[in-house]
């Protein structure tokens, strides 16, 4: 069946300590995206890539890091810099083109701590 | 994005239907009402979504007003299984960008 994988679902991050988050997806999708969901919260837009080795800011970019070297893949690096990491995060994609009518696909997300 | 106004939780029971509503009264001529639904630790799922018309899938219903400043999501008979926060969501097709609000937690009551 095709979707979208995240891994880890757990993940924990000492102070300091830049981490990857991974997502693969098979459904041949151009775009996809990256969001920082809070307890109690909606769905915030961290990066986007609509193609490969490209992609753009969202409204959280600092202190986040992303890469599209692949069309299946979209890793989500947190640096040191971010100074508030935990969080629930999701990864997406969806179809480019005729925005309107495409639907985004989730993934399970990854849920991140510091120790 | 538009913006859209969500009651922030409700309550209904088994194998009852389920109305939620979602005002969006600055909506565009072209902008398009999508609904997704997020189950406890997991990610958002697609529900449905129109312009106009009322539109009917598998999963539920969607009725839009006439002047389109509201629509109402439906589910036609609740299961345990559909509680969860749903979320009203506008679409103008600039960009693939999605901007998510806190939703409706629903909860079904046995």
């Known amino acids: 069946d095709g979707g979208i994988t995240q891994s880890p679902k757990y993940l924990f991050r000492k102070e300091g300590q830049n981490v990857t988050l991974s997502c693969e997806q098979n459904?041949?999708?151009?775009?996809m995206y990256w969001y920082r969901q809070d307890p109690g919260q909606g769905l915030r837009l961290i990066y986007y890539s609509q193609i490969v080795n490209d992609f753009q800011k969202g409204d959280i970019a600092e202190g986040y890091s992303v890469s599209r070297e692949k069309k299946e893949s979209f890793p989500l690096t947190v640096t040191s810099a971010q100074k508030n990491p935990t969080a629930f995060y999701l990864c997406?994609?969806?179809?480019?083109?005729?925005?309107?009518?495409?639907?985004?696909?989730f993934g399970d997300g990854t849920r991140l701590s510091i120790l | 994005d538009a913006k859209t106004t969500q009651p922030n939780s409700m309550e209904s029971n088994e194998d009852e239907p389920v109305h939620l509503p979602c005002n969006h009264s600055?909506?565009?001529?072209?902008?398009?009402i999508h609904w997704y639904r997020q189950l406890p630790s997991q990610g958002p799922e697609y529900v449905i979504h129109g312009l106009t018309s009322n539109v009917n899938n598998r999963m539920a219903s969607l009725a839009i007003a006439e002047d389109r400043k509201s629509s109402t999501l439906i589910l036609h008979r609740a299961t345990l299984r559909d509680a969860a926060v749903y979320y009203c969501?506008?679409?103008?097709?600039?960009?693939?960008?999605?901007?998510f609000g806190k939703g409706t937690r629903l909860h079904i009551l046995p």
């Open positions: 997406a994609s969806s179809i480019v083109g005729d925005r309107l009518n495409q639907p985004q696909h």
């Open positions: 459904l041949n999708h151009d775009a």
């Open positions: 969501i506008l679409r103008d097709g600039r960009d693939d960008k999605i901007i």
């Open positions: 600055t909506i565009s001529g072209t902008d398009y």
